[in-house]
């Protein structure tokens, strides 16, 4: 029946509401404590909630690996990715850097031809030619060029298509293996970099940071959880209401109303990722 074919929507908008969530609580802390501090707490409090699992699986089979210069160079780069997403989050509305982040899937295809040696129709090009017209739009340049903070989500949402190509290069490793790997590389680089900027904080403000790997961890959980309980290509378009989960805590928390340059923008965006998901090629 369709509607068993539906089973999955409810987990895609709450995972999503969990991500969009932890990015609220981060940008809003940033207002006060400095970056490394945040991650730090966050992805130590992450590697904690999943450490059971890793243990009941064996820490040696989770660490020791083939091929380790990728998985490092996969966490070094979701290390960079979330530095660069909390810096741009901080300088500007929230829905709005979602939103350029929507952008990854444009640029992992384009990466894919180069890494993955993977050929792209014209459909698809079109498709990622839209694609990035609509982030245009979201990002509204001005005579003087593009925002500083746009730029920096820009080349953030760059650096997680990276993560993203990485990722499908080692997706023979597992999950586990996966998520291990880049909390402990996220604990390690925040821990060396923390002593630095290090700030006293409140036991709520604390409760907070710890919140943000919980809410990562419960959201990848959640989003696992749709793709097996629903066909991808019916789940995937609940994927985009990350924007609009952004819209409303952008709203609650900093009175953010989007102008029409974003909306329409997002909507490009959500239609051009969409059609990428239908046209792009299938791994064997």
Sequence with gaps: ???????????????????ASHDAIAKSLLETYPLAQLVLIGSATGLLAISPRLHRRGWRRT?????????????ATIAADIALFYA?????????????????????????????????????????LLGFFGVMLVIHPTGE???????????????????????????????????????????????????FFWQPMEWSDVAQAAALGLLTAA???MLNR???????????????SIILWGMALGWLRWRDIPDGWMLAG???????GIIIARLAPRDA
């Excluded at 741009?88 to 992992?108: D, E, G, H, N, W």
């Excluded at 080349?155 to 990485?166: E, I, K, M």
């Excluded at 749709?226 to 985009?240: D, E, G, V």
Aim: aromatic content about 8%; some cysteine; charged content about 10%.
């Design 1 to 19: 029946m369709r509607t068993a074919g539906l089973a999955g929507v409810p987990w895609m908008l709450a995972a999503m509401l969990c991500f």
């Design 266 to 272: 997002a909507a490009v965006v959500v239609a051009s």
């Design 226 to 240: 749709s793709i097996i309980l629903s066909p991808a290509s019916l789940i995937l378009p609940f994927h985009y």
């Design 219 to 221: 959201g990848a959980l």
């Design 63 to 75: 660490f020791v690996v083939p091929r380790p210069e990728l998985h490092l160079l996969r966490a």
């Design 145 to 195: 060029g593009i925002a500083w903070p746009a730029v920096l989500a820009l080349f953030g949402t760059t650096v997680y298509a990276v993560c993203n190509v990485l990722t499908r290069l080692l997706r023979g490793a597992g999950d586990l293996t996966l998520i291990g790997w880049q909390n402990a590389t996220t604990v390690v680089c925040s821990a060396i970099a923390v002593p």
């Design 88 to 128: 741009s989050v901080r300088l500007m509305p929230l829905a709005q850097c979602l939103t350029i982040y929507q952008a990854m899937p444009l640029i992992a295809a384009v990466m894919s031809i180069f890494v993955l040696r993977e050929r792209l129709s014209p459909r698809l090009w079109l498709a990622i």
